[in-house]
């Protein structure tokens, strides 16, 4: 049986990787203390997280739109599923994770709010290499290294559930999910 984890390299260049790394740079540079501006949610503690909506990237919206369907695509037809599911596209969040930061077990499925119900499959797209802070499936011996241009795609229950190890460098990912059409938010 298979596990239903795929990536695929090289899907995004380094200089389109690094655009989003410096775009989120500066929009970080523009928040304050309490993080209030609007499309930036702060997890702190030791999950330190920064989670950047999509609208904040206007200038490249369209292009990573079109390359999450595309991969969408290529995942579909590689499994030949027959449920169509489809892109929420302003869904998609860029995650910025500090020095230090990590995340620990879960699955993508689940969660405090009806939209967390209806996700099918995740894609991370990485936008830098790292030596470090793999994702690690529990129920499959599969680790995934973060390298810029890079996509993972996988479905979102529990069996998939995953973690990455603490950081000791800076990681960014884009991240979003794809619905059902029947389901869709």
């Known amino acids: 049986m298979s596990d239903f984890i795929r990536y695929y390299d090289d899907v995004l260049t380094k200089e389109q990787c690094q655009v989003f790394i410096d775009e989120t740079k500066l929009l970080l540079k523009d928040c304050n203390e309490e993080w209030t501006v609007v499309g930036v949610k702060h997890s702190k503690g030791n999950r330190d997280l920064f989670r950047l909506e999509s609208r904040l990237y206007q200038e490249q919206r369209f292009f990573i739109d079109k390359t999450i369907e595309e991969i969408y695509n290529k995942y579909k037809n590689e499994f030949t599923l027959d449920q169509d ?5 302003f869904n998609w969040k860029v995650h910025y994770t500090p020095v230090g930061g990590y995340i620990d077990w879960h699955n993508d499925l689940g969660g ?6 209806k ?5 991370i797209i990485y936008l830098n290499d790292l030596d470090e802070g793999e994702l690690k499936f529990k129920h499959f011996d599969t680790q995934i290294m ?3 241009g890079r996509v ?3 479905p979102t229950g529990w069996v998939w559930e995953h973690k990455a190890d603490k950081l ?3 990681k960014y990912i884009i991240t979003g999910f794809f619905y059902d059409k029947e389901d869709k938010c």
């Open 152 to 154: 993972l795609v996988m």
């Open 146 to 148: 973060p390298r810029a």
């Open 85 to 89: 599911y489809s892109t929420i596209t």
């Open 112 to 117: 405090k709010n009806d939209e967390a119900w």
């Open 168 to 170: 000791f460098e800076e």
């Open 119 to 123: 996700r099918k499959i995740v894609f």
